[in-house]
């Protein structure tokens, strides 16, 4: 099926984070495997910790960006290579609007008052007002042009 409207959203911030993590994870790594010294007084092996490091690569992969497609009939978010994704049908949207959402509700697949927020940066996001009464909001960087295609969409099946 063809996209119509697709927009892919980094999140920088996540990923400059777990830079200094990863960093001190393998200088862990280095202090015992290299210098052959004990990091601590009862020092965990340095495979938990490469482990750790794979963890992490993991989580950054799976969900360091968030793409937003429209497709003729439905709207598909996906984070990072597409294992956790979630998708709106047109014709279940009641509404949508521009948001702006709390410091606090951080990014990631939050609950929120009211319903789910999506998000991997920033504080703009569009909310989705379902028929069946759940929200959710899809962050973004481009909210306006978002709810432009949102809206255009949804207008073809009648519902604004």
């Known amino acids: 099926m063809q996209a119509s409207y697709k927009k892919t959203q980094t999140g920088w911030i996540i990923i400059l984070s ?24 009862h020092p965990a092996p340095s495979w938990l910790y490469l482990g750790l490091i794979g963890l992490l690569l993991l989580l950054l992969v799976l969900f360091s960006n968030l793409t937003v497609t429209g497709f003729p009939t439905y709207l598909e978010i996906k984070y990072g290579i597409g294992l956790f994704r979630k998708s709106f049908q047109y014709q279940d949207i009641r509404s949508c609007s521009i948001k702006k ?15 789910w927020l999506y998000n991997v940066s920033g504080s703009m996001s569009v909310q989705l007002d379902m ?30």
């Open 18 to 41: 777990f830079i200094p993590v990863f960093l001190f994870l393998g200088w862990i790594i280095y202090y015992q495997e290299v210098l052959g010294r004990s990091f601590g007084d």
């Open 101 to 115: 959402n709390n410091w606090f509700y951080g990014w990631g697949v939050r609950k929120i008052p009211g319903g």
């Open 131 to 160: 028929k069946n009464g759940r929200m959710y909001r899809i962050g973004t960087d481009a909210p306006e042009k978002l709810i432009e295609f949102i809206k255009s969409r949804i207008s073809l099946f009648g519902n604004q």
